[in-house]
Antibody, heavy 120, light 113 residues
């Protein structure tokens, strides 16, 4: 069974940093691209970015580019999201998603999400 | 960026009725190379993470009941839920994966009367 489990969410002050993790199990992690998506308290979904299978290529949404960094450790089956210079607008639930190449290259599995609150 | 506009924002129906949710993109999602539309639909039940229902506009993900039907091409897409059941209570989102940045619609809340 495919499972994605995020961790690392917390309350962080504006301008601060935070690193989220997503541990994958139930499939060969290194064979799949991975994405991060967030959902704001107002409920809308926002794509943050993605990383390819070996971590050599990333794509980011303009809204977070140069502040967030996506990386992965295939030996640990873990995806990361390094967040820096966070703003109140970054308050959201953060999901990691597996990009399924048999499902049109969209998120076929999602984690349960982790809450990040940016506030002083 | 491609803007995804969903309608309606919410609707309430009785069990057994048919529901139609619309999604319009600001640019065509049809690839001229392979004639595929890069549009997905997700279902998010209360307290849960989103679940993939439909990809490439009309292909149901494995395990998704056949009462969920995706259709449309270019810039206009529809998710039809026939014979709605109580368990279909959820928010529904469309997403384009044609070009970066990937973008989602604002969602449609489905309530069961």
């Amino acid at each position: 069974e495919v499972q994605l489990v995020e961790s690392g969410g917390s309350l962080v002050q504006p301008g601060g940093s935070l690193k989220l993790s997503c541990v994958a199990s139930g499939y060969t992690f290194s064979n799949y691209w991975m994405d991060w998506v967030r959902q704001t308290p107002g409920k809308s979904l926002e794509w943050i970015g993605e990383i390819n299978t070996d971590g050599s290529k990333t794509n980011y949404a303009p809204s977070i580019k140069d502040r967030f960094t996506i990386s992965r450790d295939n030996a640990k089956s873990t995806l990361y999201l390094q967040m820096s210079n966070v703003k109140s607008d970054d308050t959201a639930i953060y999901y990691c998603t597996r990009i399924g190449y048999n499902s049109g290259y969209v998120g076929d599995y999602w984690g349960q999400g982790v809450m990040v609150t940016v506030s002083s | 960026d491609i803007v995804m506009t969903q309608s309606p924002s919410s609707l309430a129906v009785s069990a057994g009725e048919t529901v139609t949710i619309n999604c319009k993109s600001s640019q065509s999602l049809l690839s001229s190379g392979n004639q595929k539309n890069y549009l997905a639909w997700y279902q998010q039940k209360p307290g849960q993470s989103p679940k993939l229902l439909i990809y490439l506009a009309s292909t149901r993900e494995s395990g998704v009941p056949d009462r969920f039907i995706g259709s449309g091409s270019g810039t206009d897409f529809t998710l039809t839920i026939s014979s709605v059941q109580a368990e279909d209570l959820a928010d529904y989102y469309c997403q384009q994966h044609y070009s970066y940045p990937l973008t989602f619609g604002s969602g449609t809340k489905l309530e069961i009367k």
